[in-house]
């Protein structure tokens, strides 16, 4: 079974250009999200997906941050734009269903960011 | 005050010791536990799923919940190099998916 595939694996940019990343969740999984874990720290949740609706986005920074799954299934998170704070790895991950906190998580491997 | 707060190591033990990871959280609502092994520039991965208070053991792994305590556990006997990687606790609540995790402990297995 293939795993959640995201890309770039890595990006550099300067502060205030945009970028975009992608993700593609485990076929079958209806719930998916965005994480950002900043080095040192834990994956910090920024939007969560059920099929193509958002279940929670209270941590996305709106004024710069985007994300969106169109027809349930891939997704994008873009940026917009960055700043020196940004920059993180950024990991998507899915599940199989909404099952109210004891669903397993599957993460892709991460898009690094560096904002310089 | 954290939600989640956990000791970001780095840990060195040589082989085959026993190690112990440890998280403190303050919410109590929190009833699911889990703990994610993350290998280096990849993402993390589920190793051991906990409800409520108890113990679970899977092979070399045993996790602990102390929920009067508000203190998990994670030991490792027999540790191999290939468990050194970064070990994250997580938790979340009932009814509630949204998962809060640790700050992330780094292990480093010896040869």
């Known amino acids: 079974e293939a795993g959640v595939a995201q890309s770039p694996r890595y990006k550099i940019i300067e502060k205030r250009q945009s970028v975009a990343f992608w993700c593609n969740p485990i076929?079958?999984?209806?719930?998916l999200y965005w994480y950002q874990q900043i080095l040192g720290q834990g994956p910090k949740l920024l939007i969560q997906?059920?099929?193509?609706?958002?279940?929670?986005d209270s941590q996305l920074p709106k004024d710069r941050f985007s994300a969106e799954r169109l027809k349930g299934v891939d997704s994008t998170l873009k940026i917009q734009p960055a700043k020196l704070e940004d920059s993180a790895v950024y990991l998507c991950?899915?599940?199989?269903?909404?099952?109210?906190?004891?669903?397993?998580?599957?993460f892709g491997e991460g898009s690094r960011l560096t904002v310089l | 005050q954290k939600e989640v707060e956990q000791d970001p190591g780095p840990l060195s033990v040589p082989e085959g010791a026993i190690v112990s990871l440890n998280c403190t959280y303050s919410n109590s609502a929190f009833q699911y536990f889990m703990w994610y092994r993350q290998y280096s520039r990849k993402g993390p991965e589920l190793l051991m799923y906990t409800y409520s208070s108890g113990n679970k053991e899977d092979g070399r792994f045993t996790a602990q919940v102390d929920k009067s305590s508000k203190y998990i556990s994670l030991f490792i006997r027999d540790s191999q190099p290939s468990d050194s990687a970064t070990y994250l606790c997580a938790m979340s609540a009932f009814g509630n998916e949204k998962l809060t995790f640790g700050t992330g402990t780094r292990l480093t297995i010896i040869p």
């Open positions: 997906f059920q099929n193509n609706g958002v279940v929670d």
């Open positions: 991950a899915s599940s199989l269903q909404y099952r109210r906190g004891r669903e397993e998580l599957f």
């Open positions: 076929s079958g999984h209806a719930t």
